[in-house]
């Protein structure tokens, strides 16, 4: 029977409270006996201080362990925390090789990062079509991040052949799920008039939303606009 993280984390929390020495040798157990979701927990733990020392150091050695046993998150995660040099020195090829298993096992926020590091050859070998198959292949599965790339490689034309009305398209679906990038864009483009007529009243909107997702300088142009009078 497989037990869920927020499970696990629940009955860790609560042995922690009851100061059971026994939680955390019981995920350490688990992780060692090839529970993914175990060596998950722990890693959590030691990373955000749940009853023991805050050690980013252990939390990488169980993320990688737990990604050893196919556990998803602990792929993902150990692979932005080498991706962002959190808790490890920056390392972009081993960032890499854990987005990789991840993107495999299913994680549409490491195929949008993965993709980056194939169009700028950081980590891996340049390779602009597949970091656009990336990108497509997380905007499909929902991630704001995959949409907005996708949407910036067609604007820019760098990857494939410039089409700015597809662009504009994947930066209102990025910004539908939530990101910030794609609602300062459209806020952007419709205040200055980029390949669209100008609009105050939309680019207003699209900078609120993202002012909302907590774009500081989407705030800032969002007051501007209502200082000069749009609304």
């Excluded at 175990?38 to 733990?45: D, G, I, V, Y």
């Excluded at 955000?48 to 998150?73: H, M, P």
Aim: hydrophobic residues 40%.
């Amino acid at each position: 029977m497989r037990t869920s993280l927020a499970a696990l984390i629940l009955l860790f929390t609560e042995w922690c409270h009851a100061e059971e020495p026994s939680a955390f040798m019981m995920l350490e157990v688990g992780c060692i006996n090839k529970s993914g979701a175990m060596c998950e927990a722990l890693a959590r733990a030691y990373e955000l201080d749940l009853g023991t020392r805050q050690s980013k150091i252990a939390a990488v050695y169980w993320y990688e362990r737990g990604c050893r046993y196919g556990n998803v998150s602990s792929c993902s995660r150990v692979g932005f925390m080498y991706l962002d040099g959190e808790g490890v020195e920056q390392d972009y090829s081993r960032a890499h090789t854990f987005l990789t298993k991840a993107c495999n096992l299913g994680s549409d926020a490491a195929c949008a990062n993965l993709g980056v590091l194939y169009l700028n050859g950081t980590g891996a070998n340049l390779d602009q079509p597949k970091a656009l198959e990336l990108f497509e292949q997380s905007c499909k599965g929902g991630n704001h991040l995959g949409c907005f790339n996708l949407g910036s490689v067609y604007a820019h034309g760098n990857g494939a052949p410039q089409d700015t009305a597809k662009a504009f398209d994947l930066f209102e679906k990025a910004c539908d799920i939530g990101s910030a990038a794609g609602c300062f864009a459209l806020g952007k483009a419709y205040e200055l008039g980029i390949h669209m007529p100008q609009d105050p009243r939309k680019s207003l909107l699209f900078y609120g939303r993202a002012c909302d997702i907590k774009n500081e300088k989407a705030c800032r142009d969002y007051a501007r606009l209502k200082a000069l009078g749009a609304n």
